[in-house]
């Protein structure tokens, strides 16, 4: 399955870069890398800071 991201509203393209920004952090996290995903979460600004937790919480689960 192919998307052009480009193609997408400016908005959904924030959220793909925040699903793909928390998927790393918890990544990051389970490696070692990093202390607490949640911790990158200061990284998005307003909205997308609590998409970011929501999708961390997410990724943690799988």
């Known amino acids: 399955m192919s998307h052009n991201l480009c193609a997408l509203p400016k ?3 924030e959220r793909v870069e925040v699903e ?3 998927a ?3 990544w990051k996290e389970r490696n070692g890398h990093l ?3 949640e911790s ?3 990284q998005h600004q307003g ?3 609590r998409y970011f937790l929501e999708k961390v919480a997410f990724f943690k689960s799988r």
């Open 11 to 13: 908005e959904q393209q």
């Open 20 to 22: 793909k920004a928390a």
């Open 24 to 26: 790393y952090a918890v």
């Open 35 to 37: 202390a607490s995903a």
């Open 40 to 42: 990158e979460a200061n």
């Open 47 to 49: 909205e997308l800071s």
